[in-house]
């Protein structure tokens, strides 16, 4: 059997599963030689994980980085968050996209003043019954705000084993993978070990054929121009602003198919955005 530095520099696997210890190595000195700075990964404070947890999903990382402190400040702990008012988390919000990830991250925050004292359990079976958590979001809020080893796959990591262990592969499912991130976790420090995997599937982004292409699980993101998910966007923006505007104006100002319009505005009634008076709308009053 070839040595793993020569699988390094020729074809076949980069890794096979006996290699693990070589595996680990070459992603940690990765990480601890350039491993990239954010602001929550200067803290284990588990309010700053959550928020920054729910802020990266279907979030390019620079866009939370520049938003996370803004956020931070303005609700700088579970109590604060809970009882802002919704207009107020949906304006620091603004330019994340995706806004049902704001009134989820919200809810969390009640949840967890009703419900469990003001402390974010460290359980993510727990975790992943909570709004907008699922089962990998729930584990990775668990590595990195109170270092369990727990293992989950996300992007960047199924980037990772996909061109580290299945380079000649095509539709690479993740029951494939999962037993391989279980054996590779570095027990040692999972916080760190799950931030290098990512950094490193970062690099693998910008300097090789997206292997995640590959996952049978792959779907590209629909563009956002032209969109639903922008034209919810533009009508937030502008009832942010404070204003209540009828059905009219926001058609107008909005500049889109009208029937489309009122389509959206009945959606965004109905998950808890806005509210209507007659046929005029604002953002819903939620604060407690």
Request: charged content about 25%; glycine content about 6%; some cysteine.
């Amino acid at each position: 059997m070839p040595s793993t530095q020569q699988r390094l520099t020729g074809p076949g696997p980069l890794f096979t599963p006996e290699d693990i210890p070589a595996f680990q190595d070459l992603v940690l000195s990765r990480y601890r030689s350039s491993g990239r700075k954010f602001p929550w990964r200067e803290t284990t404070n588990p309010y700053a994980t959550l928020v920054s947890e729910i802020m990266l999903q279907q979030t390019q990382v620079g866009r939370v980085a520049e938003k996370f402190p803004q956020f931070m400040a303005a609700f700088p702990d579970f109590s604060a968050l809970a009882t802002a008012p919704l207009a107020d988390v949906l304006a620091q919000w603004q330019g994340m996209g995706y806004n049902r990830r704001a009134i989820a991250l919200q809810k969390c925050a009640r949840k967890i003043m009703e419900e469990f004292y003001g402390e974010l359990p460290d359980d993510p079976e727990i975790l992943a019954t909570f709004p907008g958590i699922g089962k990998a979001t729930a584990s990775s809020i668990c590595a990195f705000a109170f270092n369990r080893p727990v293992v989950f796959i996300e992007t960047n990591i199924r980037r990772v084993f996909i061109h580290c262990f299945f380079p000649g592969s095509e539709s690479v499912d993740d029951a494939v993978i999962l037993p391989l991130v279980r054996d590779a976790l570095y027990h040692g420090n999972p916080r760190e070990w799950y931030n290098a995997l990512m950094d490193y599937g970062t690099e693998l982004k910008k300097s090789v054929p997206n292997p995640n292409r590959r996952s049978v699980h792959y779907s590209r993101q629909p563009a956002f121009e032209g969109s639903d998910r922008k034209i919810r966007g533009e009508i937030l923006r502008l009832l942010l602003s404070g204003k209540t505007l009828s059905e009219k104006a926001l058609v107008k100002q909005v500049g889109e198919d009208p029937d489309r319009t009122r389509r959206i505005l009945t959606a965004l009634e109905n998950e808890g955005f806005i509210t209507t008076k007659g046929r005029s709308f604002s953002i819903a009053d939620r604060g407690q």
